[in-house]
């Protein structure tokens, strides 16, 4: 069953992507770009306009793309003398960013006359576009009716983002950040095995307070479980993820609802769960709960302490036990003897899906080593960072999911 994960090396390895960019202040986002992509895995092969060769040169591609970089229709070299044709071969995806709005116009117009209009022109691949532009270039009608006709066309507009612009003016026009594109390329090629299902989540610690600026909590960074909230927006989920206190940002599609105690955190689960399909519960919630909560600060006297403490409800136990009950996948942190405490955990709970870690590997870093159990037994992944781990995790769940 190992086999099965084994050489998934990033979301993107072995995409063949062609970068194309035009001219604009934003083309020295395109070099950060660049390397973003081919740290997910994928070949980038930078394709620069005369326009976006003024702002960033064909060196800095050649350095970050490892690949050579295409700048013109009478590039030498070039089999057969086509470069446009030459390049299209075996490339996955277009993905044009910065695309100015003469580029824009010169797609929307199915015009050739310089080598990345004519890659774009003579593709068989899917063409991605992120606008970049003054906030007036984007508003003005001849630029809407252009991304109108690219939209019809199938073409796939990334953005553009509001904010601060080159030109000193705020608006919508920006190009968006080099993350954002990335996360939108790796959206773009994931299956969509859970279009139509909506995922339900919890991530990160609870925070169980003593008083206003004392708690009990537990170690959790959320990072595991807001990877896998991302991995499961990017298959097609509407994921609403019910997150103690982390300090990461909400991912891309994804509604986040902030609830730091327990009861909260049950509370905020049990409001958006009618119509789930997938419950997955990832945080690490505090077992136990003072009795009271002082309304001020308690000043030390020196004397030992006693704190009154409750058991907090268990939010899966709870979800899993109702007869409308979603696909429940519950997570297990363990210092030892994983197997069978995780084991008996999913039993109890009965759970159709748990994971496992050891509290070494899971807890706060950027990896984790997992062993999925579910009805067929135990399938150990190997250590990844986590962003891997949540996909195949996803992709686990998706396989054992009921057909809807
Ligand atoms: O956030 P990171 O730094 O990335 O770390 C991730 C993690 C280690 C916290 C995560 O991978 C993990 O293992 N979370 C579960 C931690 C745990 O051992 O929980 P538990 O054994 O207390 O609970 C078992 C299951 O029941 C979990 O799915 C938990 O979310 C759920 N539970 C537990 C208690 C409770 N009151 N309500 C619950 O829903």
Known sequence: MMGDYIGVIGDLHGRKIALGVS?????????????ELGRMG???????????????????????????????????GAENGIPHVVLGRGIDAILVAPASADFIARLA??????????????????????????????ENPATQRNVATLGNDGVVIIGPGEGEQACGETGLGRMLEPEALCEAVRAFF?????????????????????????????????????????????????????????????????????????????????AVLPGADVFIAVAAVADYRPVET????????????????????????????RPDAPFCVGFAAESHDLDMYAENKRRAKRLPMLVGN??????????????????EGRHPLPRAPKALVARQIVEHLARLLPTA
């Open 190 to 270: 994931t299956p969509k095995r859970l279009a139509g299902r909506k995922v339900v989540m919890t991530a990160g610690p609870t925070f169980e307070a003593i008083d206003p600026v004392r708690g009990i909590t537990n170690a959790s960074s959320g990072k595991m479980g807001y990877a896998i909230a991302a991995a499961c927006a990017r298959s097609g989920a509407e994921v609403v993820l019910v997150s103690g206190p982390v300090a990461l940002p909400a991912p891309a599609g994804v509604w986040r609802i902030g609830a730091a105690s327990a009861l909260r955190m049950r509370d905020e689960v049990l």
């Open 294 to 321: 002082a309304g001020h600060k308690l000043k030390k006297s020196g004397a030992a302490m006693q704190l009154e403490l409750v058991p907090n409800p268990d939010i899966l136990a709870e979800v899993a036990a």
């Open 42 to 76: 994928a070949d980038v092969h930078v394709v620069l306009t005369e326009a976006g060769s003024r702002f960033v040169s064909a060196l800095t591609f050649h350095a970050l793309s490892g690949n050579r970089v295409w700048t013109s229709l009478w590039d030498g």
């Open 109 to 138: 117009n199915g015009l050739a006359g310089d080598l990345l209009s004519a890659l774009c022109l003579a593709r068989d691949c899917p063409l991605l576009v992120a606008p970049a532009m003054n906030r007036q270039m984007w």
């Open 358 to 375: 050891l509290l070494a590997d899971g807890l706060c870093g950027d990896d984790n080593t997992v062993v999925i159990y579910d009805d």
């Open 23 to 35: 001219g604009g202040v934003a083309a020295y986002k395109a070099a950060a770009l660049t390397r």
